[in-house]
């Protein structure tokens, strides 16, 4: 649906994006995830049009965004970062200006259907400016949808709101799945596992991770640099000389019951396998032995350090 | 056509929605007011409505800088402009759109001064030359300051730069005239030919010259490809 090649966006001497390789399919929910500068909203605002690439190329839909770039809007809805809206507009107003500027054929039923799938249709005459910021959040979300565009990108659409409308957002943006392909910019991690199929992250305007939420966490459970917990019971004293023995820094969980639990704190290497060995060599019964289930956070965190060392 | 139809009625709502449009055109009336019973009132001859309409002409220098100050500072500062262009239409359509807003808006500030027309012919026989062509020129004008006003407007996020940048380029073009008597003749001749004030000249006492319409044509549709020019050219270097 959305194909980047090589692309490029300087600005001046600085590099916004730097030779991007990106393909989005059909019906698919996209998470672009990195940290403050990492070309998220560049990348955006260039498949959006609001300017062209230094280089490379884009296609939507199989067609060129620089040469055909009107047919290619006429696919496109966007929710820029800071929502940008009418404050002086009424709420029908104003999707019916933005209606007809993306020349729809049946202005006042796509108003309506836009309104009662965002459930603004009770704030329909009120004035922008005096709605919350949720409300806002859903007229920017409704004016990209009016066109039912096949493309839907989305940058940080829940960014400011309170839970309970991130939690009423989220699912907006879940339903529209089938039918549009979106692409949502986010800094808040566990909305991705939520919300996306699949997660780019970027760093310094470059792809560094492309693949599903479970596969990027499955990659990136190992035993290293992570707790892992152990639980077991026997001779306390020989529990302990293994541990030692094996230099790892470990604490009691729950030490008064029959069964011990104990934590091990992000050891350096796998040590799995050997504890393993030696503590049944000791005759102590192993229950369970097991990593901590790691968080995107950890993943995002340890790839964007990662490239930066490099 | 359509989409410009949308866009200068959005604009032209937009400045009825703001108390500014009404400040300006209670200003704008009160002082042409004020005018036309100074100037007609003391010389009692209705053939002098050629100096109100040129005193008219001076007054939209300070009016119409305000008038056009926010349509593209203000979509630049609230970032609406970002918005505006991922939709399917050109850069002219905005820049045009926003030009007929601010003319419309324009129109129906000078509409009261038709007043002052009733008012000469019920006590006077008043010359319908003077008064067409003085009319003819006012809109020509005022179209041509908007135009130089939307071209301010599109180089700044601020409205109050985007005023006095304006203010300040119709005021020169205005001084033009003055530098005319002091240049020699052949620079003197350039000059006088390309001042708005010289052409307009003619409109107010009636002249209606094809040569002032072409000229006053052409500015406005060069400040406005300029206008084009400036808004993608901040979009492909940004």
């Not at chain 1, 104990?262 to 369970?288: A, G, Q, S």
Request: proline share 3%.
């Amino acid at each position: 649906m959305i194909e980047l090649r090589k692309v490029v966006k300087k600005f001046g001497s600085f590099t916004a994006v730097n030779e991007l390789d990106l393909k989005i399919n059909k019906g698919e929910i996209l998470g672009l995830l990195g940290p403050n500068g990492a070309g998220k909203t560049t990348t955006m605002r260039m498949i959006t049009g609001f300017f062209p690439q230094t280089a490379g190329e884009i296609e939507i839909a199989g067609q060129n965004i620089i040469e055909n770039s009107m047919e290619c809007k006429k696919k496109i809805g966007y929710l820029p970062e800071s929502n940008p809206l009418y404050l002086d507009m009424k709420v029908n107003e104003y999707l019916g200006y933005v209606g007809r500027l993306k020349k729809i054929k049946n202005i006042k039923s796509a108003v309506d259907s836009v309104m009662e799938k965002t459930g603004l249709t009770e704030m329909r005459k009120r004035m922008v400016g005096n709605l919350s910021k949720g409300y806002r959040q859903r007229v920017g979300i409704a004016q990209a949808l009016i066109n039912e565009p096949e493309i839907l990108i989305l940058d940080e659409p829940t960014v400011g709101l309170d839970p309970k409308q991130i939690i009423e957002i989220r699912n907006l943006i879940r339903s529209f799945a089938q039918n549009h392909t979106v692409i949502i910019s986010t800094h808040i991690l566990p909305e991705v596992s939520v919300t996306c199929d699949r997660v780019a992250i970027m760093n310094r305007g470059k792809l560094i991770a492309l693949d599903t939420y479970e596969s990027l966490i499955g990659k990136y459970k190992t035993g290293k640099d992570l707790d892992v917990f152990v639980e077991l019971s026997g001779d306390r004293k020989k529990i302990d000389a293994v541990l030692n023995n094996m230099k790892i820094n470990f604490e009691y969980l729950d030490e008064h019951k029959e069964i011990f639990k104990i934590k091990i704190n992000k050891p350096e290497n796998e040590i799995r396998p050997e504890l393993v060995k030696k503590l049944t060599d000791e005759n102590v019964k192993l229950y369970e032995i097991y990593g901590e289930n790691p968080q995107l956070e950890n993943v995002f965190i340890s790839l964007v350090t990662k490239e930066e060392e490099e | 056509m359509n989409t410009l139809y949308t866009i200068s009625m959005k604009e032209l709502k937009s400045y009825f929605f703001s108390p500014l449009a009404y400040v300006i055109m209670t200003v704008f009336t009160l002082l042409a007011g004020y005018f036309f019973t100074g100037i007609i009132f003391q010389t009692r001859n209705a053939n002098e409505f050629s100096s109100f309409i040129n005193t008219v002409s001076g007054l939209l220098i300070l009016v119409i800088p305000i008038i056009t100050m926010r349509s593209f500072a203000e979509e630049n500062r609230a970032g609406t402009f970002e918005l505006l262009l991922s939709y399917p239409l050109a850069s002219w359509h905005v820049v045009l759109g926003k030009f007929i807003g601010a003319t419309l808006f324009t129109f129906v500030m000078i509409l009261p001064t038709f007043i002052y027309v009733t008012f000469l012919e019920m006590y006077s026989v008043p010359d319908y030359g003077i008064i067409t062509g003085g009319y003819t020129g006012l809109i020509l004008l005022s179209m041509c300051y908007i135009s130089f006003g939307l071209f301010a407007s599109s180089l700044t996020k601020s409205q109050v730069v985007a005023a006095i940048s304006c203010f300040g380029m119709l005021l020169m073009l205005w001084a033009v005239d003055m530098l005319v008597e002091q240049l020699g003749y052949n620079i003197g001749a350039v000059l006088r030919t390309i001042s708005l004030r010289f052409h307009f000249y003619f409109f107010s006492i009636g002249v209606i010259d094809s040569r002032g319409i072409v000229f006053i044509l052409s500015v406005i549709v060069f400040m406005l490809l300029l206008t084009v020019k400036i808004i993608e050219d901040k979009r492909f270097r940004s």
